[in-house]
């Protein structure tokens, strides 16, 4: 599992309140991934990380923001909550430049009220 | 643009046959193939992966792809099911030729079922 943790594991909010997902990874992997998965959409990229403080958006990045200061952490923050975000996070790694291979967290269960 | 189908939203298969889970893809150059799995309530789990070489290409657990570039598809192949091979079941693809973050893209998903 590449040493990845995501939490919260399950987390219940309402519309409107911020929230904050943080994936921690042991290895000191450069390339960091948020992914979003939803019933006939597969997986959706958020945003990614090349490096601390380097990041960049994905396909569905809008209402979402990351930090990266430390290479072992990736946080995504949904700035102001929707019930369009309701969802399962997933956070993935990639080990190296030419590493192809993505290994994936357990992932974040949300729930927008 | 590249984009990966999964035909089939669910495979029901009886244990101890062979299974086949389809998947196809578009891209303009040769692409990187990648299938995963996922069981209940956690992450993807990387199965296999053809990036160049022989077309077929063994993975983890008995499993097998092949890729087949005039019919432009990697369909995921096991000999023998398993009930314990029930599962969700996603092929992804990437341009190599992308740049940027190498982005992958991920079907919709396959749940394959398999009867005892």
């Known amino acids: 599992d590449a040493g990845i943790t995501q939490s919260p594991r399950h987390k219940v909010t309402e519309t409107g309140t911020p929230v904050t997902l943080r994936c921690h990874q042991t290895?000191?992997?450069?390339?960091m991934y948020w992914y979003r998965q939803d019933p006939g959409h597969g997986l959706r990229l958020i945003h990614y990380s090349y490096g601390v403080k380097d990041t960049d958006k994905g396909e569905v990045s809008d209402g979402y923001s990351v930090s990266r200061s430390k290479t072992e952490d990736f946080l995504l923050t949904l700035e102001s909550a929707t019930s369009s975000q309701t969802s399962v996070y997933f956070c993935?790694?990639?080990?190296?430049?030419?590493?192809?291979?993505?290994?994936f967290g357990p992932g974040t269960r949300l729930l927008v009220l | 643009a590249q984009s990966v189908a999964q035909p089939e939203d669910q495979v029901n298969v009886a244990e101890g046959n062979p299974l086949t889970v389809k998947c196809t893809y578009s891209v303009s150059g040769n692409p990187y193939l990648f299938w995963y799995v996922q069981y209940p309530n956690r992450g993807l789990q990387f199965l296999l992966k053809y990036i160049t070489g022989d077309n077929l290409v063994k993975g983890s657990y008995g499993f097998e792809a092949e890729f087949n570039k005039s019919q432009t598809s990697f369909h995921l192949k096991k000999p023998s099911a398993l009930v314990s091979d029930s599962a969700l079941y996603f092929c992804?693809?990437?341009?190599?030729?992308?740049?940027?973050?190498?982005?992958?893209?991920f079907g919709i998903g396959t749940k394959l079922q398999v009867i005892p």
């Open positions: 992804a693809v990437r341009d190599p030729r992308g740049g940027g973050y190498q982005k992958v893209t």
């Open positions: 993935a790694i990639r080990k190296g430049q030419n590493e192809e291979t993505q290994y």
């Open positions: 290895e000191n992997h450069r390339y």
